[in-house]
């Protein structure tokens, strides 16, 4: 992959294994928004993007040198080997065709707390309210980076909210979730970096002792939040998956199996 940073453009050449259909709108992230050029406009860690890729091209467009090492490089996982991830899952005879017919799909490197926080958000929940959930609570206790545009609110900002607050925003149960989890965060109780340093099964422990999170948001939040890429999340339509799987996951998954989940997941969102 080459990059040339270009009258204010990040311009990344060569780039495999990346469709940002599927990976924008696969149920990992909750803040991008397709426009009618076929470009992606979001906000991630603070900062708005606009994206587009035509071929093996990927733009990034109005984006400093600066916020393309320490922000969209890491978060788009531009330095792993897709292909030869891809070539490695395409070892199961039962998942080959899929990486074929969906292939292109990434783990997002998205921020801890927006993820853990989102992902409560997403308990009995669908795409559509979880994206007005968040919409509704970004632009309420967010700042607004570029027009309609906002950033996710901070744990401290969040921290001095009550359940009714969250409730205001259609939250429903998940809103004494919210309020505790804000608390918590900001005052310390609950370590980032630290889950992030532990072992997959130490960390999971240590999420599954937040107040209202659960196994699947635990492993939603691993996987998509704390760069956890063996963390293997199970909701309804992966159950169903696993019943083509009886004596487990294969060899081949081993280390990698969030990105084999994201391609089950997605084959089974529209075929089962």
């Known amino acids: 992959m080459d990059v040339k940073f270009i009258q204010g453009d990040v311009v990344l ?6 469709d940002l259909d599927l990976t924008l709108d696969c149920g990992q992230a909750f803040r991008w928004e397709k426009q009618r050029d076929g470009s992606w406009s979001g906000v991630a860690k603070g900062v708005f993007l606009n994206i587009i890729k035509n071929g093996d091209t990927v733009i990034l467009k109005n984006t400093t040198k600066e ?4 922000i969209w490089r890491g978060y788009f996982d531009f330095d792993r080997d897709y292909v030869e991830i891809c070539n490695r899952l395409k ?3 039962l998942l080959a065709p899929t990486v074929d017919r969906y292939y292109g799909i990434r783990i997002l490197n998205q921020d801890s707390w927006e993820a853990l926080c989102t992902f409560v958000i997403s308990q009995q929940n669908n795409i559509k309210r979880i994206k007005g959930i968040i919409d509704r ?4 206790y967010g700042d607004e980076v570029q027009g309609g545009y906002y950033t996710f609110p901070t744990a401290q900002r969040l921290s001095s909210l009550s359940v009714e607050d969250f409730e205001a925003l259609g939250t429903g149960y998940r809103a004494k979730y919210l309020e505790r989890l804000a608390k918590d965060v900001a005052g310390g109780k609950i370590d980032f970096e630290k889950i992030k340093a532990l072992p997959l099964e130490d960390a999971r422990k240590e999420l599954l002792n937040i107040y209202g999170v659960g196994i699947k948001v635990a492993n939603c939040a691993l996987l998509f939040g ?4 063996d963390a293997f999340p199970v909701d309804v339509w992966m159950k169903r998956v696993m019943e083509y799987y009886p004596n487990g996951l294969p060899e081949c998954f081993k280390g990698i199996e969030g990105i084999a989940q994201q391609y089950l997941f997605h084959w089974a969102r529209n075929n089962l």
């Open 13 to 18: 050449e060569n780039v495999k294994c990346l």
């Open 67 to 70: 916020n393309y090492e320490n």
């Open 91 to 93: 070892q199961d005879s």
């Open 137 to 140: 609570l970004c632009r309420a």
């Open 226 to 229: 704390f760069g956890f890429y």
